[in-house]
């Protein structure tokens, strides 16, 4: 889920699970999606995106799903290991060469459980 | 590529005091953006600039607040004087225009500012 105030929203997972994580975007005139991964001390760092024409998209051990009756995006990570844990953000946009409109959500954190 | 790379890491300053935040973004890269990252705000656009020219600016907080992008290689981020509130992760990014898409971007690792 996406953070309402000061306090990330924290998803725990044993290793060797698989995470899911949500996000409720605002704009139904989006047409584009990204997934960040923000490790401590580190810039975020862009994993996997999709575009409005797609429900889903797969990556190496993530996949992205997008239903834009209800408005939400989920990124599934397979097999999570310790190496996963960050907090990851979603990010929407209207693409295009009009002006830029990316917004983050406020990022949920993960943790793995060795 | 050594991706975006941003300098200082880390500055310590005292209210009143200029700082100056620097970029090298990728190289080929025709988009560059300034964010700034806190708990209580998360990331927030403060400017972007397209092929150098600055093009929205209007996230920047207020006049203590400068950009500069003088070549396709370099950027830097003003705040004169600072002040306490300031202090948080300042990045920037770097993408390109690719598919109608430049809102891919590629991230630095931050400049970590605090202002005492």
């Known amino acids: 889920g996406e953070s309402v105030g000061l306090h990330l929203p924290t998803l725990s997972v044993q290793e060797g699970d698989n995470s899911i994580i949500n996000c409720a975007y605002s704009n139904s005139a989006s047409d584009y999606f990204i997934w960040y991964k923000q490790e401590s001390g580190k810039g975020p760092q862009f994993i996997i995106d999709i575009r409005s024409n797609m429900d889903k998209r797969q990556g190496q051990r993530v996949t992205v799903l997008l239903n834009k009756t209800v408005k939400h995006l989920s990124l599934q990570i397979a097999a999570t290991q310790p190496g996963d844990s960050a907090v990851y953000f979603c990010?929407?946009?209207?693409?295009?060469?009009?002006?830029?409109?990316?917004?983050f959500g406020k990022g949920t954190k993960l943790s793995v459980i060795p | 590529d050594a991706g975006v790379i941003q300098s200082p890491r880390h500055e310590v300053t005292e209210m009143g005091q200029e700082v100056t935040l620097r970029c090298k973004p990728i190289?080929?890269?025709?988009?560059l953006f300034w964010y700034r990252q806190t708990m209580m705000r998360g990331l927030e656009l403060l400017i972007y600039f397209n092929n150098n020219v600055p093009i929205d600016d209007s996230g920047m907080p207020e006049d203590r607040f400068s950009a500069k992008m003088p070549n396709a290689s370099f950027s830097t981020l003003k705040i004169q004087p600072s002040e306490p509130r300031d202090s948080a992760v300042y990045f920037c990014?770097?993408?390109?225009?690719?598919?109608?898409?430049?809102?891919?971007?590629?991230f630095g690792s931050g400049t970590q500012l605090s202002v005492l």
């Open positions: 190289s080929g890269h025709d988009y």
């Open positions: 990014a770097s993408s390109l225009l690719t598919g109608r898409v430049r809102e891919k971007l590629f």
């Open positions: 990010a929407e946009a209207r693409s295009g060469a009009g002006s830029y409109q990316l917004t």
